[in-house]
């Protein structure tokens, strides 16, 4: 027997020919399904061993040097930073009532939920946006673009010179200025203020923070940005996921015999939350 | 040669030899039908001669760097060229052809036939990982040939985040390549968990679908973390992201780890499948059930997990600490288990069984001599006092190529020539076959065994010249390095020659239990005229062979009324 040309596969069996969502190969419906879902399950296993590189990163540079990390986080606004993931944690309830809609066919529903998760989504990217804005015309970017301009004094002694920390294959000088310098100062250089003044805050916790900038301070926003910087290249992906469940859902195309695509993305969807959700305390909320 | 059921005693398919009719070859025409099509068989073509071409490319390559080593100074290229051959050697080795290797060009094609399946779970994923392959090579091929890499195909840092050159386009071409193997093993995965026949169980799968799947689960979770170290020295390259960068504060040690944290695992995705056919070969050219199903299949798996945790026995020389080598190299002894549990099963399994010397046959034979010798040198670089010594000699050249050729390569030309009949409906010449496998097996020891040697007398790799009393080593490997391509030659225009001429293939020409010799060679579109049931993909004893037909046939009195 001849097929058309484009398509190899043979025409539908009995069985598939009334579904026109049941791939040839798949016996049944749920069949299919339950292959979609472990299929997406490893998707975002993939996702998260992607970051884990980066929360890695992160962790041994914490580890090795704290204080660039205690330094660095006071130039995070910490509203903010609360305010983005209130706006996810409302996105993923959006998109999980979504697939419910899906699910039941409420089809007016699913669609202004999924544009009210897109519109969460801009949200956080506009706050991002306002974030990154600070940070560039305070010149806090990663390492070879860090200029910061507000002041900062050079320590007034010689750090001691530390043992080298594991991990450093070079001869570099690692000396870093350790906290327990910070207990000799007697007075505080002023610290410019952070994109809402949170700065100033920390200011009254200085017996934790150094004041002066450690060495390799630009570690921390380096690290700050490929981490945010990779998340909210996610959320953008998932804008235009979502825009693209949105055109399918206003066409009709989900229902309760197939909303597989919706569960999918939402699935998708969670996983950029929980990944800030991680990313919010690690970066934000170090003490 | 149609051949009708002839015997109520036999069972044997309609028709055996699909050529003359139609099959997944021929049932629809033009480039559009194969470029844009679903069918696992046909991306599987693709992918068997794409890779193959790679390996071409990269085999090449191999001789044009061998060359330059015959004289202890320049040969035939320059300093700076020289570092780029081996440099793309490795990079079109690793990447296009030994990773995607024998999942994508035999896996493809044979994982759902022998599920008895009409396909994959997901087609679609299928061919964007082909065509992702097929871009990723352009990507890498093109910027190593235009932008003067020269960094070997480990990329280390600082060396790459400052040298000039188009490193970002080469690394956004692997980046390209990972995503094409995660697609893959994501679909195998899923595949085997959903369309395993009624009756399949687990425990009743091939265990070349075992080895599949401890692959799958390797590129799944492994080759994500390449990702994200290819994107983070692209990063750090363009934006000066400081990472690995000492003078901005970095480390180019953490470039190390996440390097090697997927590069170890990325040898098993290289060896569990090439085991895997071992599996499926050793049992039909011995006519033998297998010994010790259970413990190879859970031998898939061990060592695919296990090959998470040795990453550091690459960086025993690179300042980490005693006490993290220590327990790497412990590791590293560990993994040797797993391994020999295989080699011991696959040895009982030809005990006292009636031993077929096919040209698959003498591929797996060769296996089991050189992935010993593979193994066994891994495990002289596991030690750490030793390694301290072979650590980037020669010594480790040999004994990657010994257990990535001589393992890899050589069971994938085994699982070549035994699949061969099934996607092309003909019979190669076995003399021939057999000539092939002999020249590459002599050539590839001459080759490799005179590196061991001089390894550990003190040359290092990736040198472009060498001290004088290296030459003698030298020039007999380049020998051997010549004679293995002459082999290749030999085997590929046996290959070649077979589909025009070959004997047409019955469906069963090597009595395998296996699902996929219950349709035609080649199969038809989709894959089974009726869905087969699944057995014992290990009991020969209902086979027995036809002389008329020059293959075999299932005897079942039951077939009867």
Redesign the interface.
């Given at each position: 027997m001849n097929h058309d040309s484009r398509d190899p596969s043979p025409t539908g069996t009995p069985s598939h020919s009334g579904n026109p969502h049941l791939a040839h190969h798949f016996e049944t419906p749920r069949q299919q399904y339950e292959a979609a879902k472990i299929g997406m399950w490893l998707f975002l296993a993939t996702e998260i061993l992607f970051f884990s590189g980066l929360f890695c990163a992160y962790a041994v540079y914490r580890a090795n040097h704290p204080e660039i990390f205690i330094w660095g986080h006071q130039f995070l606004d910490v509203t903010m930073g609360a305010l983005n993931t209130v706006i996810l944690l409302i996105s993923s309830f959006t998109m999980a009532w979504a697939v419910r809609a899906a699910q039941q066919g409420r089809t007016r529903t699913l669609v202004a939920l999924l544009i009210v998760t897109i519109l969460c989504a801009f949200g956080f990217l506009g706050i991002k946006f306002v974030e990154y804005h600070h940070k560039w015309e305070a010149g806090l970017l990663w390492a070879r673009a860090y200029h910061p301009n507000h002041e900062h004094r050079p320590g007034t002694e010689t750090p001691p010179v530390a043992p080298p920390v594991t991990g450093a294959a070079t001869g570099a000088d690692s000396s870093v200025a350790s906290i327990a310098d910070t207990a000799n100062r007697t007075s505080l250089p002023a610290v410019a203020p952070g994109p809402s003044g949170m700065a100033a805050l920390v200011v009254a916790n200085a017996h934790h923070a150094p004041v002066d900038e450690p060495r390799n301070a630009q570690i921390f926003f380096s690290v700050y940005f490929a981490m945010t910087g990779l998340h909210g290249l996610h959320v953008i992906v998932g804008i235009f996921l979502l825009a693209w469940l949105a055109l399918r859902a206003r066409r009709g195309e989900f229902g309760p015999g197939y909303f597989t695509p919706v569960d999918m993305v939402g699935l998708y969807w969670h996983l950029v939350d929980v990944i800030w959700i991680y990313l919010f305390p690690l970066l934000y909320l170090i003490h | 040669m149609d051949t009708q059921a002839r015997d109520l005693d036999e069972e044997r398919p309609v028709v055996e030899n699909a050529l003359g009719g139609?099959n997944?070859l021929n049932?629809?025409?033009?480039w559009?039908?194969w470029a844009?099509?679903?069918?696992h068989k046909?991306i599987g073509v693709m992918y068997l001669v794409s890779i193959l071409s790679a390996f071409l490319f990269g085999g090449i390559l191999a001789l044009l760097i061998r060359t330059e080593l015959l004289t202890p100074t320049r040969t035939i290229m320059a300093a700076k060229t020289y570092n780029q051959m081996f440099t793309l050697h490795g990079a079109v080795m690793i990447f296009l052809f030994i990773i995607p290797g024998i999942p994508a060009a035999l896996g493809n094609f044979i994982l759902?036939l022998m599920l008895g399946?009409?396909?994959?779970?997901?087609?679609r994923?299928n061919l964007a990982s082909y065509y992702l392959w097929v871009i990723g090579a352009i990507f890498s091929i093109v910027a190593i040939l235009t932008g003067s890499v020269d960094t070997g195909w480990t990329f280390y840092t600082p060396y790459s985040t400052s040298t000039d050159g188009a490193i970002i386009a080469v690394v956004a071409g692997a980046f390209i390549l990972g995503f094409s193997s995660?697609f893959t093993g994501?679909?195998f995965?899923?595949t085997l968990?959903?369309?395993r026949p009624p009756g399949m169980t687990w425990f009743r799968m091939p265990l070349f679908l075992w080895a599949l799947y401890g692959t799958a689960l390797v590129q799944?979770?492994?080759?994500?973390?390449l990702?994200?170290?290819l994107?983070?020295l692209i990063?750090e390259r363009a934006?000066?992201?400081?990472?690995f960068?000492?003078s901005?504060?970095?480390?180019?040690?953490?470039f190390q780890?996440?390097f090697w944290f997927y590069s170890h695992p990325a040898v098993y995705i290289m060896i569990l499948p090439a085991m895997g056919v071992i599996s499926e070969l050793v049992v039909v050219f011995s006519r033998k059930h297998i010994f010790g199903y259970k413990l190879i299949a859970y031998s898939s798996i061990a060592i695919a997990l296990l090959g998470f945790l040795v990453w550091g026995h690459h960086m025993f020389t690179?300042?980490?600490?005693n006490l993290v080598s220590m327990i790497f190299s412990f590791l590293t002894f560990f993994i040797a288990i797993p391994s020999a549990i295989k080699v011991f099963n696959w040895v009982a399994t030809m005990y006292k069984g009636e031993i077929w010397l096919t040209t698959p046959m003498w591929y797996t034979l060769s296996f089991f001599l050189l992935f010993g010798i593979g193994g066994l040198t891994g495990l002289f670089l596991g030690a750490l006092a030793v390694d301290v010594h072979l650590h980037d000699t020669y010594f480790v050249v040999a004994h990657f190529h010994y257990v990535m050729f001589g393992g890899t390569v050589i069971a994938f030309l085994g699982g070549l020539h035994y699949w061969w009949p099934k996607i092309s409906g003909r019979m190669f010449n076995d003399s021939w076959g057999k000539v092939g496998a002999a020249m590459i097996f002599v050539g590839f020891n001459v080759t490799f065994m005179s590196q061991f040697i001089m390894g550990s007398l003190g040359m290092p790799r990736r040198y472009y010249n060498y001290p004088v009393q290296f030459t003698p080593f030298h020039q007999i490997s380049t020998v051997g390095a010549y004679l293995m391509g002459i082999g290749f030659v030999v085997t590929a225009v046996n290959l070649a020659y077979s589909l025009k001429h070959g004997r047409l293939a019955p469906a069963n020409p090597w009595g395998g239990a296996t699902l996929e010799w219950r349709t035609s060679s080649p199969p038809p579109?989709?894959n089974f005229t009726e869905t087969p049931e699944a057995g014992d993909p290990y009991d020969l004893s209902n086979l027995k062979y036809d002389e008329s037909l020059g293959g075999y046939v299932r005897r079942d009195a039951e077939a009867r009324g």
């Open positions: - | 139609v997944y049932a629809t025409h033009g559009r039908s844009f099509t679903l069918d046909r759902p399946a009409k396909d994959v779970a997901f087609p994923l995660i994501l679909n995965i899923v968990h959903k369309l799944v979770l492994a080759t994500p973390v990702g994200i170290t994107l983070l990063v934006l000066g992201l400081g990472i960068d000492p901005l504060g970095g480390d180019p040690v953490l780890h996440f690179s300042g980490q600490s579109v989709e």
